[in-house]
């Protein structure tokens, strides 16, 4: 099988080259690899470019955009500006963040998943942080949800949910997408991701009400916001965030914000919500 990696990057000159000496040393390695530097002010461009004179299938693309890094849009803007330079002739497409070192055998693994079952849409493993000098699990999510920071998606699949949306939630309703249309997500607790950035690190504070407003562009209705916010903030050890939650999604019902979905996918998405939150309790 083949495989394209596209790796959106704003100043990651202290991760990037890990990253890259990861992705060279897979057993399996990709045909392609697109590093899109979206306006870095710092040594991204310079060291991505050395790195890839000796890989000449790794290609930069530089793109220009807006500083501020806001949830979701940014970064999904400069992987379609990497996409677009690229073919349809490979078998599966990644999404991968700058800061990332797979292990070795990641995607002869994540190959592996996809040949074993046709039905087969997203794989993809499980990020692990630095803390005292070990490395665990950075558990923000349930065990059933791939990480935004390494997504892997089937060819057919990719093109049927239509690809990734430029707003906060995509890595969310690309998997309910992919539920909606049959499509099998697989997550592989062998596959450990260290990831050497935490999590939200470069958000500003403009963007506290961003995941309230994804939650309602979502479809998911004001009851699983209200649960999904206090899970989400109970997560991350942070309860006032559910208050942003909350007036975030308001906000957005007040200004009639276009939902990612459609009527019929929205209706689907709560559905299925509301069946994993009843699976949970029972």
Same mark, same amino acid.
């Given at each position: ?17 890990q990253t890259l000496q990861s992705l060279v ?34 290609t930069l693309v530089n793109k220009t955009s ?82 935004? @920071? ?16 430029? /707003? ?20 592989? @607790? ?37 649960? /999904?916010? @206090? ?20 906000? /957005? ?12 996918? @929205? ?16």
């Open positions: 099988m083949k495989y394209y990696i596209v790796i959106p990057t704003y100043n990651e000159e202290k991760f990037i080259l040393n897979q057993t399996i390695v990709p045909q392609k690899i697109i590093v899109v530097n979206d306006n870095s002010t710092d040594k991204t461009h310079e060291i991505v470019t050395e790195f890839a004179k000796t890989y000449p299938w790794i807006e500083n501020i890094h806001l949830p979701g849009s940014k970064v999904i803007q400069a992987f379609q500006k990497g996409l677009e330079t690229l073919d349809k002739n490979y078998d599966f497409i990644v999404k991968a963040d700058a800061d990332l070192i797979f292990p070795d055998n990641y995607f002869e693994t994540i190959m592996e998943h996809f040949k074993s079952d046709p039905t087969i849409g997203m794989v993809g493993g499980f990020a692990y942080i630095e803390k005292n000098k070990e490395w665990i699990l950075e558990n923000l999510t349930d065990k059933d949800h791939i990480r935004g @920071a390494f997504k892997s998606y089937r060819k057919e699949t990719f093109e049927q949910i239509d690809g990734l949306k430029p /707003a906060m939630g995509w890595d969310t309703v690309d998997e309910l997408l992919c539920k909606f249309y049959n499509w099998k997500v697989i997550t592989d @607790a062998t596959l450990k991701v260290k990831h050497l950035k935490p999590t939200g690190a470069n958000y500003y504070k403009t963007a506290r009400y961003k995941q309230g407003e994804a939650f309602y562009t979502l479809g998911y209705g004001f009851l699983i916001t209200f649960i /999904a916010s @206090a899970k989400l903030a109970w997560m991350k050890k942070k309860p006032l965030l559910f208050f942003d939650y909350i007036m975030g999604f308001w906000k /957005a019902k007040r200004e009639n914000k276009t939902l990612l979905v459609t009527t019929e996918q @929205a209706k689907f998405i709560r559905n299925y919500r509301f069946q994993q939150m009843k699976k949970k309790l029972i």
